[in-house]
T-cell receptor
Framework: ELKVEQNPLFLSMQEGKNYTIYCNYS?????LYWYRQDPGKSLESLFVLLSNGAVKQEGRLMASLDTKARLSTLHITAAVHDLSATYFC??????????????FGKGTHLIIQP | GAGVSQSPSNKVTEKGKDVELRCDPI?????LYWYRQSLGQGLEFLIYFQGNSAPDKSGLPSDRFSAERTGGSVSTLTIQRTQQEDSAVYLC???????????FGPGTRLTVT
């Protein structure tokens, strides 16, 4: 059974600081996703990581994937208040597996204070 | 273009009643997924469709839950004899093809009283 663990689950940080959210998963996978969710809203896709060593950047966010370590990171650089949200990582079962549903981590509730 | 749409956005129902939730995927997307999000369980995968076929229904929480998809487009998730533990936000997602990026709809918030 695929399990996904995120940490930290809660993070309060000041604007201008850097921080990293970690996502560990338990079984082989070749697709990992990062989503953002604002309160009362649906999930917004941030990054799709498809191979070992993949790194993607968008603005102040950068995501990476190490499939050997079964670890993905979401790094926040010089945080700004607008990045306050809940961030989820989600892992797909290994290609060729039957089901294609994503297994989500519990989410990291990020608060960025001025 | 238009994203995934879901209706109703909110549904309040009495325990024991049946409810139907609807999902309209992005045009041309062949794969469709249902998830639910609750405080206690987080985000859970329920079922997916490739075309009109749902190969694996094991993620549905109980036999009170069923889903169908017609014409390779609209899908409905039906919950019979609703229970309070069914209260959650039900999210639908679609993707262009099997194993590609999933785009989520706004969700239906179901409250069972």
């Amino acid at each position: 059974e695929l399990k996904v663990e995120q940490n930290p689950l809660f993070l309060s940080m000041q604007e201008g600081k850097n921080y990293t959210i970690y996502c560990n998963y338990s079984t082989t996978s070749d697709r990992l996703y990062w989503y953002r969710q604002d309160p009362g809203k649906s999930l917004e896709s941030l990054f799709v990581l498809l191979s070992n060593g993949a790194v993607k950047q968008e603005g102040r966010l950068m995501a990476s994937l190490d499939t050997k370590a079964r670890l993905s990171t979401l790094h926040i650089t010089a945080a700004v208040h607008d990045l306050s949200a809940t961030y989820f990582c989600a892992v797909a079962p290994y290609s060729g597996g039957g089901a294609d549903g994503l297994t989500f981590g519990k989410g990291t509730h990020l608060i960025i204070q001025p | 273009g238009a994203g995934v749409s879901q209706s109703p956005s909110n549904k309040v129902t009495e325990k024991g009643k049946d409810v139907e939730l609807r999902c309209d995927p992005i045009s041309g997307h062949t794969a469709l997924y249902w998830y639910r999000q609750s405080l206690g369980q987080g985000l859970e995968f329920l079922i997916y469709f490739q075309g009109n076929s749902a190969p694996d229904k094991s993620g549905l929480p109980s036999d009170r839950f069923s889903a169908e998809r017609t014409g390779g487009s609209v899908s409905t998730l039906t919950i019979q004899r609703t229970q309070q533990e069914d209260s959650a936000v039900y999210l639908c997602a679609s993707s262009l093809a099997f194993q590609s990026e999933q785009y989520f709809g706004p969700g239906t918030r179901l409250t069972v009283t």
